[in-house]
């Protein structure tokens, strides 16, 4: 690879990224056709259900592509689903070369594409960015593989570890700087996740509040015997939202019939109590392959427990509140030796306003 193929691999990383937060399930993906050092188009894929990056990027040709290679961030689909194999699309054009970043695993692919680019005399190399492109699409590799969505548990604490004091308040830990880039997270995860608990005591709305028209995610409550109060902001403005109950074999089916009729999604669990592998599955099992976590510290320990959290984000506001009785962000029985602690990699700190943002990896255990 060279230092120009490398520059344009990097431009079409940057074109993927638009769609974060509007391709999922799908993974981001961009693509830029070049011949003799000039972009002849360029595009990425902007929506579940739109066109891919390739065949946008085709689109947007000043000129025929016929002999230009074209530099994408995945290899091309081969099979029709909700729009037809890029690979036809790229024979049909006359690229020459196309310069891949990632092998998709998904069964459907996996080599297929550029099995198939090859027998056709289209020369195929990989980029030899892997690291940079498996980061970029972590949450479609990992839902590809694994079945399960890509967890980030967010919380936010004061230095002494409290979500709130004893009394229960919590607005506001953080600042205005904090709280706007939840709420950009919030527009990047297809589903939002919180327990029963933190309803009953805060009756959050869970919606993106950025300017213009966001993506808004999925919000999802854990609650085992449906408990949410249909005079809640999250039943009440389930048909502006969408919401989803998931609830175990205990919840009174009147109950559920009362929340259906306002709008309410309701999921079942074969379980009494809800359970986070039951839990999981089903999201992914309905085409959310990530979950923001934002609580409390009962769901926050049984999604650890259960070795479902991929990554951490933690709110340090520099405030002291004390109490024995005021909760913390991870509570359960937890753990009795700090050898078995969850340890975090690959470590960030950012700053907003007075706020530290800490985030990291936890890797799956073996």
Request: include cysteine; glycine fraction near 10%.
């Amino acid at each position: 690879m060279t230092t120009q193929d490398r520059e344009y691999m990097m431009r079409a990383m940057a074109l993927a990224a638009r769609g974060s937060g509007w391709v999922n399930p799908n993974p981001m993906v961009g693509a830029v056709i070049v011949r003799d050092g000039r972009i002849l188009g360029e595009g990425w894929h902007k929506r579940c259900g739109d066109w891919h990056a390739e065949r946008n990027a085709l689109l947007a040709c000043t000129e025929d592509p016929a002999g230009a290679t074209m530099y994408v961030t995945l290899e091309p689909c081969c099979h029709t689903g909700k729009t037809p194999p890029c690979t036809d699309a790229i024979l049909e054009s006359g690229i020459a070369r196309v310069v891949v970043g990632l092998r998709d695993p998904n069964p459907k692919v996996a080599g297929k594409g550029i099995r198939i680019l090859e027998e056709a005399g289209v020369t195929v190399e990989m980029a030899g960015m892997e690291d940079l492109l498996e980061e970029q699409n972590r949450v479609f590799l990992h839902y590809i593989t694994t079945g399960l969505p890509w967890v980030v548990f967010k919380t936010a604490t004061t230095l002494d570890g409290k979500i709130a004091t004893r009394t229960g308040n919590s607005r506001w830990i953080t600042g205005e700087s904090a709280r706007a880039q939840v709420h950009r997270m919030r527009a990047t995860y297809p589903a939002i996740l919180v327990g029963i608990g933190t309803v009953l005591a805060d009756d959050p709305m869970l919606d993106c509040r950025l300017e213009g028209n966001p993506r808004q995610p999925v919000r999802l409550v854990a609650d085992s015997a449906a408990r949410i109060p249909l005079e809640s902001r999250l039943v009440q403005t389930a048909t502006q939202f969408r919401t989803v109950v998931i609830h175990g074999t205990a919840a009174p089916q009147d109950r559920l019939e009362a929340l259906r009729e306002r709008g309410v999604e309701t999921w079942g669990l074969s379980t009494e109590r809800v359970e986070a592998l039951a839990l999981a599955q089903k999201v992914a099992a309905a085409g959310l392959d990530a979950i923001l976590l934002e609580g409390g510290g009962t769901l926050a320990a049984s999604f650890l427990q259960a070795d479902l959290v991929r990554e951490y984000c933690l709110f340090l506001a520099p405030k002291v509140v004390g109490g024995k009785q005021a909760p913390t962000s991870v509570e359960g029985l937890g753990l009795a030796h700090m050898a078995d602690a969850w340890q975090l990699e690959q470590i960030t700190v950012d700053r907003f306003g007075e706020d530290l943002c800490i985030r990291g990896r936890l890797p799956m255990k073996k």
